[in-house]
């Protein structure tokens, strides 16, 4: 591991930047520290790699739409090289209800988004939390999206993923998070559609986990962040 670092930190086409603790959600917001005005930013995880090509497609898709804040992308499934989950065929403008499932690894965003909004990720959400461990990419969207931002979607492939991910796998854990999500983006309103996504994702999580357990941890979720976790959340933010 170190071997590895002390070739990042001699490289003079990347900046290294380790921070304490865990959370993948601290550490985008140590990255977007280092974002430059008038650029076009877009978040990797480690587990991914770009498309031959993606730095072209991504700025030919901004030029191709000029008053988008955020596009969207395509990521490829790089066993077999299809898409990694259902898209839309065809360009569009996103919506509230189309961003849901939105991972970071397929979004791009002028950079002086970042500096005119203030948005970061939401700490409490995401991989390496205590509380709320998925959703923080999606939060981060529907937050912009909220602010009035125009995001777009260019059905490009930029980037492969191994076919599973932290997203797809259907502990209590996670299936309580994404309650959390559902609160967060929501409010109230979040406790039925966290009863909706139960039921329409039942054929896809049924072989994990039965649709009543599935029902309760994400109802579970939901009232715990409207209950206890907004709260807590707020809190948070007042320091990051």
């Known amino acids: 591991m170190e071997r ?7 490289r003079c086409d990347l900046v290294y930047s380790r921070i304490a603790g865990s959370g993948v959600a601290k550490n985008r917001n140590n ?9 076009i930013s877009f978040i990797c995880d480690d587990d991914v790699s770009f498309c031959e090509g993606a730095q072209e497609k991504i700025l030919e898709a901004f030029s191709k ?5 955020v596009v969207t992308f395509k990521i490829g499934n790089e066993t077999t090289n299809a898409d990694l989950k259902p898209y839309p065929k065809r360009a569009m403008k996103h919506t509230l209800r189309s961003l849901s499932g939105i991972g970071a690894t397929e979004v791009a965003f002028r950079s002086d988004v970042i500096f005119d909004s203030g948005v970061l990720f939401d700490t409490c959400f995401g991989p ?16 912009l999206y909220r602010l009035g931002y125009r995001l777009y979607f260019e059905p490009v492939t930029v980037v492969s993923h191994p076919p599973k991910s932290t997203g797809t796998t259907w502990s209590e854990k996670i299936v309580f998070g ?15 559609i ?9 054929g896809v999580y049924r072989k994990e986990i039965s649709f009543f357990r599935f029902l309760s941890s994400i109802q579970r979720g939901s009232l715990d962040y409207l209950f206890r976790g907004r709260k807590k959340c707020k809190e948070l933010l007042k320091f990051r």
Not at 31 to 39: A, F, H, N, R, V
Not at 65 to 69: K, V
Not at 194 to 202: G, N
Request: proline share 5%.
């Open 31 to 39: 990255c977007l520290q280092y974002i430059e005005p008038g650029s």
């Open 178 to 192: 994404k309650g959390a999500v559902w609160a967060r983006v929501y409010g109230y309103k979040g406790v039925l």
């Open 65 to 69: 739409i000029p008053d988008a804040d």
């Open 194 to 202: 966290a009863l909706l996504f139960a039921l329409k994702k039942y």
């Open 128 to 143: 390496g939390t205590s509380d709320y461990p998925t959703g923080e990419d999606y939060i981060f969207v529907t937050d």
């Open 4 to 10: 590895f670092v002390d070739e990042l930190t001699r």
